[in-house]
């Protein structure tokens, strides 16, 4: 990946609805050029796909939790990120140093919804040792851009 393949990918994770010619002005490159260089990018797998962003408090799904897990023993890990995988209501389960072993987003639309995430999608797991639930009272910044036009490895 180039510094080209970065600049495409920024503006693609700015403007996803950009045409390629577009981009192509953008860029400095054809219609073809951004067709092909976009091409190679999903096959190679950094381009993994597409998608759109939905407001979570306008859907419904006012409340945002961080969830801290620990679970006892290796063997109780493959059934955990196994449900963790199934769950909608997980948006990112993340393997975590220090105290915890997971640490996961999620998000639901009520604290009643929450309360039933952590009693059947969680805590009747076996082997889970304990949890810890911090609630977001708003989120200043919330993307899933990454920083591209930075470098990153060539």
Known sequence: ????????????????????????????LSVSGVADRIRRLEASGVLQGWTVRVDPVKAGLDILAFIFVAIERPEWEPGFLTRMRQRPEVLECHHVTGDWSYLLKVRVGSVADLEGFLATGLKDLPGLGRTHTQLALSSPKETNALPLAGGGKE
């Open 1 to 28: 990946m180039d510094a080209m393949d970065r600049r495409l990918l920024s503006l693609l994770q700015d403007q996803g609805r950009s045409s390629y010619a577009d981009l192509g002005a953008a860029v400095g």
